[in-house]
């Protein structure tokens, strides 16, 4: 019986270890990451092609007008976009899809894919949050500070969202996302094929066709 990907969106307040999460869960799972599209510059030690493609505003806009992409949103003042081809691939051929994305875009494939399964990742609390954005050491204040009042706005969205997921113990936060996953593909709306099977051999029980 073919096996139906599910696609699941990942979104938080920046900091709160999306991308930590993504990389543990991947370690240990098998699921595939869409690299988004984005204009924002790279941070230390983040590579063209693994982490994002990094493009410019004009290559980007391309991308828009061509339709290549899935979604796309401004934040913080940069393009962030989702490549079409790779997801709708992936899906066909049955794998897990995982799309780490901000609230906007979330919401868009929610509309364009309405099975999609949509998580919310949080810190326990906002001063974890702080911390966590401080520590990475990767943003400015005046960035940080603009990431924060950017949560202020999605806090009021996360009602939208499947799953609240808290990111305190790392491990733990890997294995409730991975379970939470699992548990999407016993979804009687994810079994019709298994149910028309199953269905379809018991009336060739009843006619005494096995
Ligand atoms: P995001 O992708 O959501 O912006 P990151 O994955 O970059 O967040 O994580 C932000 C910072 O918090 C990083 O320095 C990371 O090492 C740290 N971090 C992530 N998850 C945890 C956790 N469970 N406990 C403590 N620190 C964490
Ligand atoms: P960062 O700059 O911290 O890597 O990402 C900033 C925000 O952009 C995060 O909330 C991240 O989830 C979001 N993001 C990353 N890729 C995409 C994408 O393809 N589309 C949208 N809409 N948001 C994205």
Excluded at 18 to 41: F, N, Q, V, W
């Amino acid at each position: 019986m073919s096996r139906k990907g599910i696609l699941t969106v990942v979104s938080g307040f920046s900091g709160a270890g999306k991308g930590t999460l993504m990389k543990a869960l991947l370690k240990k799972y098998d699921y595939e990451l869409s690299i988004s599209a984005t204009t924002r510059a790279p941070r230390e030690g983040e590579v063209h092609g693994r982490e994002y493609f990094f493009l410019t505003r004009d290559d980007f806009e391309s991308m828009i007008e061509s339709r290549k992409l899935i979604e796309w949103a401004e934040y913080v003042g940069n393009y962030y976009g989702t490549p079409k081809e790779y997801v709708e691939q992936q899906l066909e051929a049955g794998k897990d899809v995982i799309l780490e994305i901000e609230i906007q875009g979330a919401l868009k494939v929610k509309e364009i894919f309405p099975e999609a399964l949509l998580l919310f990742i949080t810190p326990p609390n906002i001063t974890e949050l702080k911390s966590r954005l401080v520590g990475r050491g990767t943003e400015t204040m005046e960035t940080i500070k603009k990431r924060l009042d950017r949560a202020s706005e999605e806090a009021s969205y996360m009602e939208y969202y499947d799953y609240i997921i808290v990111n305190d113990d790392l491990n733990e936060c890997v294995e409730t996302t991975h379970q939470v996953i699992v548990n999407e593909h016993n979804k009687v709306s994810q079994n019709k094929n298994f149910i028309e099977a199953i269905t379809a051999e018991l009336k060739a029980m009843k006619e005494g066709e096995i």
